[in-house]
């Protein structure tokens, strides 16, 4: 079948290389792609949110099945278009309606919606300009840390760990007054702060069924030892050691099943991946968060190790067969290191020349994944804070962690920083 992919990340390079591996891809266009997807199918340039676009070029290339990387065009409804237009109500659109898209684009209708179904998650309270005097007295005897998120879109930047109650009313300030992240910060979220570990699980839904097609933790500080500022993920390890059968049964039970039968219960049409972000508090899972796509950069270690085939896997959400498909895993541990600007996560140079890609992919104990990058002229250069990933296998998970660092080594670009202590609180 002909296949559309839309974004242009790590993510989207990683969806590429593992669908081009299946036989029933017949050809594969990214809108607008990256350097990395142009080596596996061909690269469109048309926006992201362009839907009219997306349907016009799915027409003409007979298009049968649409993969939607990133959040945006989900929450903005990018599956209703399709499939309320005579031309493309046909193609399978991986990704959930606008309607259901809602528990990533509002924090609080995610809080709404777990509350309905008892699913296990921080205590909170929710507050706009018309209650901003009730939100700073809220504040102001609430036990420290304090979680502050705004409502809406911000990517991934819209969430404050907030130490002291002076700086909690600073940030509240700053995001409902003065708008600091925009429209997505008009309703403020007020959370309990959990203490734990982070980790990710990653299931596939027809909005009755579903298949977890893996896990892994990300570690998103930018400095060694999970210090420093957050960013979009600098690296992931898989299987995490911790998510044993107790665990996982868990969260089967009291996270994924209440998530999948509340979508049916409330008619929330739902097709696609669903992103569990969990917090192991003492061995009990609590979410933190959904997302109605992979992560990234979760999606470049979740795929290696994923071995049943993906577009398989797509095709059943939309024929009926997805409780049917065996789901397999490829042996081992897998790890992925991010390799990222001078400057990142804040201000950082672009259109810097990279180097050694070609080496690092010819490591064949490792994946290397563009994304922050673009053509200038013949070369490669860095066209974001997050430039690439390398992702490896070992028998161990600090194996996996050596080898990608090993086929990094042979990346260079100036300014490159990446963290070397990915999987620390798991020795071998």
């Known amino acids: 079948m002909n296949i559309l992919l839309i974004g242009s990340g790590g993510r989207e390079h990683a969806l590429a290389w593992k669908m081009t591996q299946s036989h029933h891809c017949d050809a594969l266009f990214i809108a607008p792609g990256n350097p990395g997807t142009a080596t ?84 909170y309270a929710e507050f706009t300009m018309d209650n901003y005097e009730e939100g700073k007295k809220y504040i102001s005897t609430h036990p420290l840390p304090i979680v502050l998120k705004a409502d809406g879109l911000a990517a991934g930047k819209g969430v404050i760990i907030a ?130 796509r992979l992560g990234d950069p979760e999606t470049e270690v979740i795929l290696p190790r994923l071995q049943t085939d993906l577009v398989s896997l797509l095709a059943a959400v939309d024929n009926g067969t997805l409780e049917d498909v065996n789901i397999e895993f490829n042996e081992g541990a897998f790890a992925t290191v991010m390799a990222v600007s001078a400057g990142y996560p804040g201000s950082y140079p672009k ?26 002229g013949d070369h490669i250069v860095t066209k974001g804070g997050r430039v690439l990933t390398v992702t490896a296998q070992g028998k161990q998970l600090q194996e996996a962690v050596k080898n990608a660092q090993k086929a990094l080594s042979n990346i260079q670009f100036d300014g490159m920083y990446f963290r070397k202590d990915i999987g620390y609180e798991f020795p071998a």
Request: hydrophobic letters at 40%.
């Open 40 to 123: 596996l199918g061909t690269n469109v340039a048309i926006d992201i949110n362009d839907f009219e676009a997306l349907r016009q070029f799915a027409v003409d290339q007979s298009i049968e099945m649409v993969v939607v990387g990133p959040e945006e065009p989900l929450v903005n409804g990018i599956f209703d278009f399709f499939a309320q237009q005579e031309s493309t109500a046909h193609i399978n659109v991986i990704g959930p309606s606008k309607n259901a898209a809602q528990l990533e684009g509002s924090k609080a209708f995610s809080k709404h919606f777990m509350q309905r179904h008892g699913i296990p998650t921080a205590s």
């Open 163 to 292: 130490l002291s109650h002076e700086e909690a009313l600073t940030s509240f300030e700053e995001m409902i007054q003065h708008q600091q992240f925009g429209a997505a910060s008009a309703k403020v979220v007020i959370e309990q702060f959990l203490e734990g570990i982070e980790v990710s699980v990653f299931a596939l839904t027809d909005g009755k069924n579903y298949q977890i097609i893996g896990h892994a933790k990300d570690y998103k500080r930018i400095g060694e030892g999970d210090t420093g500022l957050n960013t979009g993920g600098m690296g992931c390890v898989s299987p995490v050691p911790f998510m044993d059968e107790t665990f996982m049964d868990k969260v089967i039970q009291r996270v994924i099943e209440p998530t999948i039968h509340g979508f049916e219960k409330e008619n929330l049409e739902y097709k696609g991946f669903v992103f569990f972000g969990l917090m192991n508090c003492g061995g009990e899972p609590y979410v933190i968060e959904y997302n109605c």
């Open 351 to 376: 259109d810097i020349k990279i180097n050694g890609i070609e080496t690092a992919a010819k490591d064949t104990k490792s994946i290397v994944f563009q994304a922050g990058t673009g053509f200038q």
